[in-house]
């Protein structure tokens, strides 16, 4: 247990709870056709957003942890970071720590992907540190033949997009170096297949799956062309005239006989080394998903199947992943259960472990049972598109009963609609997830003004704000028919941070770094304690 706080210096606990709205998936776009957010009628968040104090938050990248500020925010870092009040490592950081530690070796994953007649490795071929690295792909080599893996292929991307354009060969020397050393042990270790990054695999965003079907051929079918091996197929095609390792063409690994040596098949194990999610998701959506229809697979060899990282936490893909989240101590809710403030967290189904488990640092159950009350709200059967609605009124229900005579001091709640009917990819379903949501808003603040509390409306990070597919050059992706591309991912786009005090004493602080994780000091200190050490400025101050 924490060490219970000292009192804020500088502000006095209303009689009524903080509460902290997140709009799940809500970001600030640009205001374009395909801005969910700006395009529906949301006159309570408009006004939140114009007529009261409000700024925008960074949600993704460094600041939620994420190695890159090319990384999109996600449900789990997002949440991870308000709950925490400050940033934890996340992706290539924490699996350099697992591999250092043996942690990673220690995992049930790790236990079944080593059972598999072959363990295939698939990822990215470079020391980027973007989407995977080199290092890693030597250390799980490594450890395998020291766990008894007899047979083992490896699946490169080659890079030249986050390294040199035409630097494959830096890697491909050691790498073949290293698997003639495990050969030297009686090891059947090999290369099985290869592409360039931007023409197979690791396709994102829904935006060329035929760079995933073409990957799929390659790795699992070993259809491609063939080399005797990895040197001798950058090299020949380099002297070919591809200059950039990001564009090289699919290719497989040949024995003596001409057969692939690759190839996917039943009782395999695979394991998928990139750590970000962006260019994971598709190809791990193939080898996992059952009802499948975005190519045909032919035969879907039966493997278990695994990822570096959990690539999409709200859809928990893949089920199977190597490197768990951050351990992470000191929480917004441990100090509140420290200082005997009583506490409400609601969501959907979809999001209510994002309001408990990942706001209170991956911890399961309740910190105090006697302090907390956590209400779980079943999401609708029928599709999304059909329900954008979900169960908004049924939470405001609950959450406003706790705002006006439940004796709670905080109480948190979670709408999932702009990012559950964001993913969808329907632009006009998401417009009504998101109208309802606001419905809902307005029911909030007249509770809040009831009771004598302070509202906190805010996101866990951007999705609706952005339903199609961008060009580099800004303009729509569009399909055959001249449609645009429906975009389904999330979005690096900043998230309101708007401030409802009905008394008017509070406004935002002058904050050129404002985060997310800034929300866990606003909490506490609007709760009537100190900032902890360690944690991140608070986002309001007296105006």
């Known amino acids: 247990m924490v060490t219970p706080l000292s009192a804020s210096p500088w502000f006095t606990p209303r009689p009524g709870p903080v509460v902290l709205c997140i709009l799940d998936g809500v970001g600030i776009g640009d205001g ?11 006159p309570n968040l408009d006004l939140l957003r114009t007529g009261h104090p409000c700024l925008p938050l960074m949600a993704h990248g460094h600041a939620v942890g994420m190695p890159s500020e090319d990384d999109l925010g996600n449900s789990e870092v997002g949440h991870n970071a308000m709950g925490a009040g400050r940033v934890f490592s996340q992706g290539a950081m924490l699996v350099n720590q697992a591999i250092a530690s043996g942690a990673a070796w220690e995992t049930d994953t790790w236990r079944g992907l080593i059972q598999g007649s072959t363990l295939h490795l698939l ?24 766990d008894g893996v007899r047979r083992l292929r490896v699946h490169v991307l080659t890079d030249g997009r986050d390294v040199p354009s035409q630097s494959a060969l830096t890697w491909a020397g050691p790498l073949e170096a290293l698997l003639d050393e495990m050969k030297a042990r009686g090891l059947d270790y090999q290369v099985g297949s290869g592409g360039g990054r931007m ?7 829904q935006a060329d799956w035929g760079m995933v079907e073409a990957g799929w051929r390659t790795h699992v079918r070993g259809e491609g062309r063939p080399f005797p091996s990895l040197t001798e197929a950058i090299t020949t095609l380099y ?13 497989v690994i040949t024995g003596a006989d001409g057969a692939p040596t690759g190839r996917i098949e039943d009782g395999d194990s695979v394991f998928f080394f990139n750590f970000r999610g962006d260019r994971a998701l598709e190809i791990s959506r193939a080898f996992t998903e059952e009802r499948f229809a975005a190519f045909d697979r032919g035969h879907v060899p039966s493997v278990y199947y695994a990822g570096m990282l959990e690539y999409d936490g709200d859809l928990h893909i893949p089920a199977h992943y190597l490197v768990p989240p951050p351990a992470i ?16 967290a609601i969501s959907e189904t979809q999001k209510f472990g ?4 990942f706001f209170n640092g991956n911890r399961s159950g309740r910190i105090d049972e006697a302090l907390e009350e956590y209400v779980e709200i079943a999401g609708p059967t029928l599709p999304l598109e059909q329900r954008p609605w979900m169960r908004t009124d049924t939470i405001t229900d609950a959450a406003v009963e706790a705002i006006l005579g439940g004796g709670f001091d905080h ?13 969808t990819g329907i632009l006009e379903a998401t417009k009504v997830g998101l109208e309802a949501v606001d419905l809902q808003l307005a029911r909030l ?31 729509f992706a569009l399909d055959a028919e001249g449609v645009p591309l429906p975009a389904t991912a999330h979005t690096t786009n900043p998230v309101p941070f708007a401030v409802f005090d009905p008394r008017g004493e509070l406004t935002v602080a002058d904050l050129p770094d404002a985060q997310l994780a800034m929300i866990g000091t606003t909490i506490l200190e609007l709760c009537g304690l100190a900032r902890p050490e360690g944690y991140l400025p608070g986002l309001v101050r007296r105006s």
């Open 239 to 251: 002297a070919e005239g591809y200059h950039e390792d990001q564009w090289l063409p699919a290719f």
């Open 32 to 42: 374009r056709e395909d801005d969910a957010v700006a395009h529906a009628s949301t």
């Open 123 to 146: 990822g990215l071929f470079s020391d980027g540190n973007v989407h995977a690295h080199v290092d890693h792909l030597h250390a799980l080599i490594r450890r395998a033949a020291d």
């Open 354 to 357: 994002h309001v408990t488990y």
């Open 445 to 475: 603040m007249r509770a809040v003004d009831e009771a004598d509390g302070i509202l906190l409306v805010t996101a866990d990070h951007g999705n609706a704000d952005q339903m199609y597919l961008h060009n580099k050059d800004g303009s």
């Open 199 to 205: 023409k197979i695999t690791m396709d994102r965003y």
């Open 411 to 423: 109480v948190r709640l979670n709408y999932p609609n702009g990012d559950m009917v964001g993913h």
């Open 329 to 344: 101590d000191r929480t917004v809710g441990e100090y509140l259960a420290a200082a005997g403030k009583r506490t409400f």
